[in-house]
């Protein structure tokens, strides 16, 4: 795990999620692991973080967000020709989220509740950068 830990800490990662408390448990054990890591509520705050932060390896995002829901990100960087791996993280199981989402290039997918260890063994065994 301690490799795999080292490689987590050699990504920026933007977490795009609107729950208050999922984010703040997500950026409190990313800061313990000394990780690089921005967060957005949303996908219209994620995609002007996108604009300031060229060098983000790994977007996680949830789906069902106020302003801009997460399929609508994507979609937006997939116009954009922006090659950065994505990870839906949601709750919704629903076939047409995850179609749509295969449409604009996501392959990963995290079920909610949340968990670190799947994040982590997924997340390293992706190919980035």
Do not use: C, W
Not at 10 to 36: H, R, Y
Not at 48 to 53: D, R, T, V
């Amino acid at each position: 795990m301690h490799e795999k830990i080292e490689k987590l800490r050699g990504l920026k990662l933007l977490f795009v999620e609107d729950e208050k408390d999922l984010l703040s448990i997500i950026s409190d054990a990313l800061t313990k692991l000394q990780a690089n890591f921005l967060t957005a509520n949303n996908g219209l705050e994620a995609l002007e973080l996108l604009k300031k932060n060229p060098d983000i390896d790994v977007i996680i995002t949830d789906i069902n967000m106020p302003v801009m829901n997460g399929l609508d990100m994507i979609k937006n960087i997939a116009n954009q020709d922006l090659h950065i791996p994505i990870i839906v993280m949601s709750a919704h199981t629903e076939e047409e989220y995850i179609m749509k989402a295969k449409e604009y290039g996501v392959r990963e997918y995290l079920l909610k509740p949340f968990d670190f260890i799947k994040f982590i063994e997924l997340i390293t065994s992706m190919k980035v950068k």
